[in-house]
């Protein structure tokens, strides 16, 4: 039972470049969500999606695209890298709308640095 | 949106229940209160969750006052794995119809030999 898979898990950038990192989960989960973590902190949301070929804006959406084709598969790209976005970033998921509450499954992390 | 507020830190002898605090004074009557931690370096792992009956699973228990106010999550008998940032979090809604988790600074429990 692989639940969310994360790659990378580690990854250096430089200042500039693009990269995606790749999400993908085979629990047949509507919703897919990207948060980052900075040193300290709770997690942020980044981007979140609802279902296939539906995505939103989360509370730091700035730099980051997202896209849903597929139900598995949550990409999140970094256009243009800027030294800001060096951060630990899960990915989640989880069943659909709750009527008595649901858990989030989360991946293991992706340790990016952008230099 | 609820707020929660948790204690930066806490320790726990190891054996001994770990009783963990939070306060969510502005909780809606249909949101939920969950409970996540983080082992350093892992992603956030799902602990229990309830609305307003206190909860148990093989993990842990959750007390809900009853005015739902605030709840404590009881780790009966902390072992040295148990160090880990405990969330508190209430489920809040973004933009659109999702409902998503917001994750404050939780509290670091160190378990201590």
């Known amino acids: 039972n692989a639940g969310v898979t994360q790659t990378p898990k580690f990854q250096v950038l430089k200042t500039g470049q693009s990269m995606t990192l790749q999400c993908a989960q085979d629990m047949n989960h509507e919703y897919m969500s990207w948060y980052r973590q900075d040193p300290g902190m709770g997690l942020r949301l980044i981007h979140y999606s609802v279902g296939a070929g539906i995505t939103d804006q989360g509370e730091v959406p700035n730099g980051y695209n997202v896209s849903r084709s597929t139900t598995e598969d949550f990409p999140l790209r970094l256009l243009s890298a800027a030294p800001s976005q060096t951060s630990v970033y899960f990915c989640a998921s989880r069943t659909g709308e709750p009527i008595s509450g649901n858990t989030i499954y989360f991946g293991e992390g992706s340790w990016l640095t952008v230099v | 949106d609820a707020k929660t507020t948790q204690p930066t830190s806490m320790d726990c002898a190891e054996g001994r229940a770990a009783n963990l605090p939070c306060n969510h004074s502005t909780i809606s009557g249909n949101e939920y209160v969950y409970w996540y931690r983080q082992i350093h370096s892992q992603g956030p792992q799902y602990i229990i969750h309830g609305l307003k009956n206190n909860e148990t699973n093989e993990m842990a228990s959750l007390i809900i006052t009853e005015d739902r106010k605030s709840s404590t999550l009881i780790l009966p008998h902390a072992t040295l794995r148990d160090t880990a940032v405990y969330y508190c979090?209430?489920?809040?809604?973004?933009?659109?119809?999702?409902?998503?988790?917001?994750f404050g600074s939780g509290t670091q429990l160190t378990v201590l030999p």
């Open positions: 979090i209430v489920r809040t809604r973004s933009s659109g119809s999702a409902r998503q988790l917001t």
